[in-house]
Structures are given as structure tokens and as C-alpha cells.
């Protein structure tokens, strides 16, 4: 599986940072999900429950209160203004 | 003998009090430091990334058009004060406040209890949350985007190393277009740049007002162990002198009293 470096961060730090496979997220726009090679793009993230796909297959789930998704070329960043897992 | 000792022996006491208490004030700032250092950087890796991204947007044609990229001069301004809890901080919040003073138009909002005592306003430095950065930005915004203040800034400290810091304005909005960007062909804005840059604008004044009051306050814990260091100093000093002219004191008042008795014994 093709993996990319997701980070998350917030202002207590960075929550997050390594190698996933899958982000789903609610988007401004509707629900979406970005996997490696995603075309760059940036959205707002709405306050929702997010899904992280690990490289081994394990899924973590943890809640944004709203946010910025900036899917970069080789990198992925959340920035959420408050994040729990 | 007696008042002129006496009165030494009481203020060498008061002055060691005195040492006793910078000391336990360095030790404790010292203490913090450590602790306020993760902080500064974690909301500054934050800060930066937003910052990043908002200066990215903010220099895109269509972000034009935002009401938070409107210059309107300095007309209403409102700054945020971001000084101390507490004093004993060498010239920390003295500072901060002469900077305060070269605006005398503008409309405060403190920060920390010292800012507080003069600005009025009840936010904590030391224990100041990202929900009330949050609903704070929140504020600012809708009153910045409605035309009601023309300008934001922050007055914080800040942290040059453990031995100096210094008072500085930050201007946070309007958001002004930068010379350095990234390469923003072919990234894709959802739903599209100018509501991008609105729903971001908000975190990222927030994600600066908590950068700054982290910051400001890793200033003011290393103001105060540099001032309780020099403060610690100078009472060992000042103890050390006192000390001597006690010693001199007793021993001429011993001397006096011995040549009392000599001359009383008509030797």
C-alpha cells in the first residue's frame, strides 16, 4: 500500500506525525478521504470524527473541532484548533 | 555598642530575607522555564504552518477581493497587551507597557494580570487556552470584516535568549501580500480560494495570539530569573558590606569599653 506523511497538528503541538494510508475527514464540501498521490488541494474541515488508516492496517479515530486540510505533493497537514483522540 | 549594631544586625536580617526570596523566585521561574520553552515551540510549529498557508493565499488574485486583505490605514486600531501575571520581572512588563503607550488611540485588549490592572480585562498569561484565543479571533474578526477596527496588532516580548528579550508590535490584520511564496499552480482550493482564506483567517489569529502569549510569557519567566539572579547578587553584596561595618562596629565598641575599664581602673 502507497503511504504518505501525515501530519496533525494543533496549537498544543503536533498531535500526529508518520506514515498513513488514508485520511477521511468531513470536508466544507462533503465527506472526503485522501490517499497517497491526491492531487494537491487545500478545504476547510468542519467540525467531524476523523479516520487515520495506518501503514499496518490498524485505524485511528479522533474528533476535529474544525480546521484547515492542506494535501501538499509529498505531505499531508491537518490543522485543527483542537483535536482528541 | 548597642543602637548603632543592633540596627546593623536587623538590616542584614531583612536583607537576607530578601535573598531568600529572590532565590526562591529564580528557582521557581527556572522551574517553568523548561515547561514554557515546549509550549513556545509547539504553538510556534503551529503558528508557522497556518501562517504558511494563509500567506500563500493571501498573495492569490482572487484572495483580493477578502475583506480581511482591505488596507484601510491606521484608522480604528485595536491591539492586544501581552504582559505579565506578576512583576519582579526586571523591565518586562515596563516594557511592554512604554510600547502600549506610543498608541494612545487605540483600543486595548490585555493579556495577563499585570495588563489587566490597567487595561482592564480578566485573560490569565500563564494559563491562557486556545478556546479563548479562539473566541477571541472569533471577535476580532467579525468586528475587522464588519469595518469596525481597521487594524490588529500584538504587543508581546520577544524571546531572543534566556538573557534577552524585547517589546515589539506585530500586525496581524489587515493580512498584507508577501514577496516570498510557494508555487500555488495546480492546487486546488475547495470550494474556492476567497472562502478558503475566510474560514482560515480566524485560526490563524488565533494560532498568533497563542504563539505570542507563549512566547511572551517564556520572556517574562526568563526576565524574572535574570532579575532574581542580578537581584540575589546585589543582597549578597549588600550583606557582605553590612557585615563588615557590624564587624567594625562591634569591635570598636569592644576597644571603647576596654579602654573604658582601663582608664576607670586608674592603670
Same mark, same amino acid.
Given at each position: 500500500m502507497n503511504t504518505f506523511v501525515l501530519t496533525i497538528s494543533s496549537p498544543d503541538g503536533n498531535i500526529f506525525q508518520g506514515e498513513a494510508v488514508k485520511l477521511s475527514v468531513r470536508g466544507i464540501e462533503g465527506d472526503l478521504a485522501v490517499m497517497a498521490g491526491h492531487i494537491p488541494f487545500i478545504t476547510a474541515v468542519k467540525d467531524c470524527d476523523c479516520k487515520i488508516e495506518l !501503514?499496518?492496517? /490498524?485505524?485511528?479515530?479522533?474528533? /476535529? !473541532?474544525?480546521?484547515?486540510?492542506? %494535501?501538499?505533493?509529498? !505531505? %499531508?497537514?491537518?490543522? !485543527?484548533?483542537?483535536?482528541?483522540? | 555598642m548597642g *543602637?548603632?549594631?543592633?540596627k546593623l544586625r536587623n538590616r542584614i536580617k531583612s536583607v537576607?530575607?530578601?535573598?531568600?526570596?529572590?532565590?526562591a523566585m529564580g528557582l521557581v521561574a527556572s522551574s517553568k522555564i523548561r515547561k514554557a520553552m515546549e509550549a513556545m515551540l509547539k504553538s510556534r510549529e503551529y503558528a508557522g504552518m497556518i501562517e504558511k498557508v494563509v500567506q500563500n493565499l493571501a498573495n492569490s488574485k482572487e484572495c483580493a477581493k477578502s475583506p480581511y486583505m482591505e488596507q484601510r490605514g491606521e484608522?480604528?486600531?485595536?491591539?492586544? *497587551?501581552?504582559?505579565?501575571?506578576?512583576g519582579l520581572a526586571g523591565g518586562y512588563n515596563s516594557n511592554v507597557f512604554r510600547l502600549a503607550k506610543q498608541y494612545p488611540d487605540a483600543e486595548f485588549i490585555a493579556v495577563g494580570k499585570r495588563a489587566c490592572d490597567i487595561f482592564g480585562g480578566e485573560y490569565n498569561a500563564e494559563y491562557f487556552s486556545f478556546e479563548q484565543a479562539s473566541a477571541l479571533s472569533k471577535k476580532l474578526c467579525s468586528e475587522f470584516s464588519e469595518g469596525s477596527i481597521d487594524r490588529v496588532g500584538i504587543i508581546s516580548t520577544e524571546y531572543i535568549s534566556m538573557m534577552s528579550q524585547e517589546a515589539r508590535i506585530s500586525w496581524i490584520l489587515p493580512l498584507v501580500r508577501s514577496e516570498e511564496t510557494d508555487d500555488m499552480t495546480?492546487?486546488?482550493?475547495?470550494?474556492?480560494?476567497?472562502?478558503?482564506?475566510?474560514?482560515?483567517?480566524?485560526?490563524?489569529?488565533?494560532?498568533?495570539? *497563542?504563539?505570542? *502569549?507563549?512566547?511572551?510569557?517564556i520572556s517574562e519567566v526568563a526576565a524574572r530569573r535574570c532579575a532574581m539572579d542580578s537581584a540575589g547578587k546585589n543582597a549578597k553584596q549588600m550583606i557582605d558590606?553590612?557585615?563588615?561595618?557590624y564587624n567594625r562596629a562591634r569591635q570598636s565598641a569592644i576597644t571603647q569599653e576596654i579602654t573604658e575599664i582601663v582608664a576607670g581602673s586608674g592603670m
Open positions: !501503514s499496518d492496517g /490498524t485505524e485511528k479515530k479522533g474528533h /476535529t !473541532s474544525g480546521g484547515l486540510l492542506n %494535501v501538499a505533493k509529498d !505531505s %499531508v497537514i491537518l490543522l !485543527s484548533d483542537c483535536f482528541n483522540w | *543602637v548603632d549594631t543592633k537576607d530575607s530578601t535573598l531568600h526570596l529572590t532565590t484608522g480604528k486600531t485595536c491591539i492586544i *497587551v501581552i504582559a505579565g501575571d506578576r495546480g492546487i486546488i482550493f475547495e470550494p474556492d480560494e476567497l472562502s478558503v482564506l475566510n474560514t482560515a483567517v480566524p485560526l490563524y489569529v488565533a494560532g498568533m495570539i *497563542v504563539a505570542h *502569549v507563549r512566547e511572551s510569557f558590606d553590612l557585615q563588615l561595618a
